[in-house]
């Protein structure tokens, strides 16, 4: 999905040249006058989701007639969190702003980001900490503490192609077996089997937290403990889960979309029904409308060794607060907005990228496309966003990728690859 959330770790370059024009004239705390307030937040985003974003903007004003926005977008999510710091360490950072995934628990430890708990539970605010599923706030929650929220989210979810089942010999419905409880591990693999042997590709995943994290708990495995300890290299469990994925990527039944060659991606192999499985978010709407042949697709959730749904992961950014902030009532009061049922759902309702973040704001999932869309809510309800032990540390998710990937292409083994991201964990907690 990205923005982090509408196409995550595909890091998408933006047009937005007109709109940086706007450049540091509104920063943190500037006013166009005594009785109107004017707060400036920043984001990164598709021309489609900026449209949207100012179209938000444009209704806010004209319900907060005393508070006058400014949108400060950044062309490319590459360079975001960098220059973000850097304002922030100037003091001219934005009075909100968006923050990706893998970098959220770097600004919570860095106490730029004004606490929100008490605001979120105050009177005036339409966004209750409780309103948001628990396991989207990942390391934007610190010792109980919430410094930034999920504007809205997108699970990851195995979208998949009939036509191809079909070609591969394929008869049962994976949508239809999750229903009955009968999508188990073994039926999925079964199916990737045909698909392979029929030349095609079993799964297309992205090479991030997601994939890795997702298949051991979905598998019953345990990458982490409670207390932030990685323990995949131990867990018997989490061991074979992950040498069943390397193998299945080994053998090419599965494949990275990250690795495919520019021209043929991952999108184009799974429009021309070439792919039986496309493990991904929302977003994935847009794909299949634009290809023409949305009804011969549907979505499932990760198969389990048992058919009984499990955690998995779940994407999303964040919208935080500036500390310094100089105008905290106007700029809380946007936050809330933005991120309520209402918000979302404007937002949301026309662009079929996200599911909300918040409870209450489902429709525009449940709009009759796809037809298990329910699954991409009940995902998101029980789903968990990248462990803060990962997200916290800066350059730490990316390392890790880069060492399952060298799995995945067969240049190391399992327990080898587990044990040598146990000792990198260590070491970049350390600093040693």
């Not at 709407?285 to 499932?300: E, F, R, W």
């Not at 146990?422 to 600093?431: S, Y």
Request: glycine fraction near 8%; hydrophobic fraction near 40%; proline fraction near 4%.
């Amino acid at each position: 999905m990205s923005r982090v959330d509408s196409k995550l770790k595909k890091v998408l370059a933006v047009a937005v040249t007109a709109a940086l024009a706007l450049g540091m004239s509104a920063c943190s705390g500037s006013s166009s006058g005594s009785a109107t307030k004017t707060i400036v937040w920043s984001t990164w985003g598709t021309p489609q989701e900026l449209t949207s974003f100012k179209a938000f903007d444009k209704k806010f004003m004209t319900e907060h007639p005393d508070i006058k926005v400014v949108l400060q977008p950044v062309a490319d999510y590459g360079d975001y969190h960098t220059k973000l710091l850097a304002e922030l360490a100037s003091g001219t950072a934005p009075d909100l702003f968006y923050i990706g995934d893998d970098k959220i628990g770097q600004f919570v430890n860095s106490n730029a980001l004004m606490p929100l708990t008490e605001l979120m539970e105050s009177k005036d605010s339409k966004t209750k900490p409780s309103d948001f599923a628990e396991g989207l706030y990942g390391a934007a929650k610190n010792g109980g503490t919430i410094y930034a929220a999920p504007n809205d989210s997108n699970p990851d979810a195995f979208w998949y192609d009939k036509v191809a089942l079909k070609q591969a010999g394929i008869t049962e419905d994976p949508a239809t077996l999750a229903a009955e409880g009968k999508w188990t591990t073994k039926t999925f693999l079964e199916m990737n089997k045909k698909l392979h042997d029929a030349g095609l590709t079993g799964t297309m995943f992205w090479n991030y937290w997601s994939t890795h994290y997702s298949w051991i708990s979905s598998q019953g495995g345990k990458a982490f403990t409670k207390s932030g300890k990685f323990v995949a290299n131990t867990d018997r469990t989490s061991i074979d889960a992950v040498d069943t994925l390397a193998q299945n990527f080994q053998d090419k039944t599965f494949v990275v979309a990250d690795t495919l060659p520019e021209g043929a991606g991952a999108d184009s192999i799974f429009v021309s029904h070439k792919a039986g499985f496309f493990v991904q978010g929302r977003y994935t709407i847009g794909t299949v409308k634009a290809a023409g042949d949305p009804q011969d697709y549907d979505v499932a959730p990760w198969p389990t060794p048992t058919g009984k749904a499990a955690p998995t992961g779940v994407a999303a950014s964040y919208l935080a607060i500036n500390a310094k902030t100089k105008n905290k009532d106007a700029a809380f009061e946007f936050f809330t907005s933005y991120l309520s049922k209402a918000g979302q759902q404007d937002r949301l309702k026309s662009g079929g990228n996200a599911v909300p973040s918040i409870k209450g704001a489902d429709s525009v999932v449940l709009d009759g496309y796809p037809a298990h869309a329910q699954t991409l809510i009940d995902m998101r309800d029980i789903g968990f966003e990248d462990y803060a032990a990962e997200a916290s540390v800066p350059g730490l998710s990316s390392d890790i990728s880069d060492k399952m990937l060298a799995l995945y292409q067969g240049k190391a083994t399992t327990k080898r690859t587990l044990d040598d991201i146990a000792q990198l964990i260590a070491k970049k907690k350390t600093g040693k």
